[in-house]
């Protein structure tokens, strides 16, 4: 089946270390996303990446990173300058980055609770 | 800059009640995509619909349809006979053609509860 995995679907943390969130997709799709949901808010993103080996910020970059070496990976890494990283995290992928039309699909999410 | 205004917070209906969620947009630019999302409790967020600026036509799925009123920058969604399986919060979202249509731009969301 095709679709976008997230990995662990639960994360606990202590306050002051880094975590990496998975997102695998098998869509072959070129476009992926980084989300963030906090309670009563909309998705807010982080970081999109448009093709392999290239990624920009999105509206919250500031305390996350991302990679993106294989079409199907784009891992994101909360880091300790994060300054409230509890929160649920949604990865998406988007078929073909010169068609506007195309939807975003999303995977599962992954929540991380920093203790 | 970009807003998506969902004012309806959450909502409340007995199962078999019509209801419409309101979806509200602000943008500068002529060309772009509307866009409806569910998530369920599960929390994955699934794609209900599409419609891009020029296509105004109200589009009916089922028990689902949706009104694009671009005079009033409007993009309201109706479930007609409410179900128990579409509680959900419902989010409504615009593109950002200064980003080749690629960012989304999110609403609130609206937590629907269907009573049985």
């Known amino acids: 089946d095709g679709g976008i995995t997230q990995s662990p679907k639960y994360l606990f943390r202590k306050e002051g270390q880094n975590v990496t969130l998975s997102c695998e997709q098998n869509?072959?799709?070129?476009?992926m996303y980084w989300y963030r949901q906090d309670p009563g808010q909309g998705l807010r993103l982080i970081y999109y990446?448009?093709?392999?080996?290239?990624?920009q910020k999105g509206d919250i970059a500031e305390g996350y990173s991302v990679s993106r070496e294989k079409k199907e990976s784009f891992p994101l890494t909360v880091t300790s300058a994060q300054k409230n990283p509890t929160a649920f995290y949604l990865c998406?992928?988007?078929?073909?980055?010169?068609?506007?039309?195309?939807?975003?699909?999303f995977g599962p999410g992954t929540r991380l609770t920093v203790l | 800059a970009q807003k998506v205004t969902q004012a309806q917070t959450e909502i409340s209906v007995v199962e078999k009640e019509d209801v419409t969620l309101d979806c509200v947009y602000e943008?500068?630019?002529?060309?772009?995509?509307l866009f409806w999302y569910k998530q369920p409790p599960s929390g994955e967020l699934v794609f209900l619909i599409r419609?891009?600026?020029?296509?105004?036509q109200n589009e009916i799925s089922g028990r689902y349809s949706w009104n694009f009123q671009k005079s009033t920058s409007s993009f309201n969604f109706t479930i007609t006979a409410s179900q128990v399986v579409d509680s959900a919060v419902y989010f409504c979202?615009?593109?950002?053609?200064?980003?080749?249509?690629?960012?989304?731009?999110f609403g609130t969301g609206t937590r629907l509860t269907i009573i049985p």
């Open positions: 990446s448009q093709i392999v080996n290239d990624f």
């Open positions: 869509l072959n799709h070129d476009a």
């Open positions: 419609r891009n600026s020029f296509d105004e």
């Open positions: 979202a615009l593109s950002d053609p200064n980003f080749g249509n690629e960012k989304l731009t």
């Open positions: 943008t500068r630019d002529t060309t772009y995509y």
């Open positions: 998406a992928s988007m078929g073909d980055s010169g068609r506007a039309s195309d939807e975003q699909f």
